[in-house]
C-alpha cells in the first residue's frame, strides 16, 4: 500500500513490473548490507576474523566446582527426592 501511495504501479508487462519493483529491492539490499557490516564489525571486535580459531579465548575467572557447589547440589537433590517422595506416597 505504501508503494502504490507513491505511484509505483505493479501491473503491467514483466519488464515493466521489475523495473517498479527495483524502488522496493534497493532499500532492502542496502539496508541488508549495512547490517551486515555491523555484524562484521562487531564479530572482529569480539575477537574474530583472521585469529578467530587460531586463538584460545582467555576468561577472567576460572569457574571451578567446589566444596560449595557439591553440597548445594547435593542439598538441592535430596529435597526434590525427598519433595517427591512424600507426594507418592500422600503424608
Known amino acids: 500500500d505504501a508503494q502504490k501511495l507513491r505511484g509505483v504501479k505493479f501491473g503491467g508487462s514483466i519488464i515493466k513490473s521489475t ?4 524502488s522496493i529491492i ?4 542496502l539496508s541488508l548490507l549495512r ?17 578467530f580459531g587460531k586463538v584460545k579465548k582467555t576468561y577472567y ?14 542439598i538441592s537433590l535430596i529435597t526434590i527426592t525427598g519433595t517427591y517422595y512424600l507426594t507418592l506416597s500422600n503424608v
Open 61 to 74: 575467572l576460572k569457574n571451578k566446582f567446589g566444596l560449595k557447589d557439591f553440597s548445594f547440589a547435593l
Open 35 to 51: 547490517r551486515a557490516d555491523i555484524l562484521a564489525e562487531s564479530i572482529w571486535l569480539r575477537g574474530g576474523g583472521e585469529q
Open 19 to 22: 523495473r517498479n519493483s527495483i
Open 26 to 29: 534497493k532499500p532492502l539490499f
